[in-house]
């Protein structure tokens, strides 16, 4: 279950990714969007896994603990859902 986890949050960024962007979504390459997507992730993952984050090296999220309340839980699950949605959706 865990190795599944991963892609999932990497795909959670598709509708932010575009909508953060400044740029029309069609208006760069589907390698640039892809990259942008993988990056937003990236950043979503480190900010919600502070303590993993810390272990990579990034000590931006030093000062923070991971949040273990069943209402964090959720609300991760409601974004991995979310993700999960928004890429069967652009099939």
């Given at each position: 279950?865990?190795?599944?986890?991963?892609?999932?949050?990497?795909?959670?960024?598709?509708?932010?990714?575009?909508?953060?962007?400044?740029?029309?979504?069609?208006?760069r390459?589907?390698?640039?969007?892809?990259?942008?997507?993988?990056?937003?992730?990236?950043?979503?993952?480190?900010?919600?896994?502070?303590?993993?984050?810390?272990?990579?090296?990034?000590?931006?999220?030093?000062?923070?603990?991971?949040?273990?309340?069943?209402?964090?839980?959720?609300?991760?699950n409601?974004?991995?859902?979310?993700v999960?949605?928004?890429?069967?959706?652009?099939?």
């Amino acid at each position: 279950m865990r190795l599944f986890r991963l892609p999932v949050f990497f795909l959670a960024s598709i509708p932010w990714t575009a909508m953060s962007n400044g740029t029309h979504p069609e208006a760069r390459t589907a390698g640039e969007r892809l990259h942008a997507i993988f990056d937003a992730q990236w950043q979503w993952t480190l900010e919600n896994h502070p303590t993993w984050a810390s272990q990579l090296g990034d000590l931006r999220y030093n000062d923070r603990w991971p949040d273990v309340s069943l209402a964090a839980i959720e609300k991760r699950n409601a974004h991995a859902q979310e993700v999960y949605k928004c890429s069967a959706s652009r099939k």
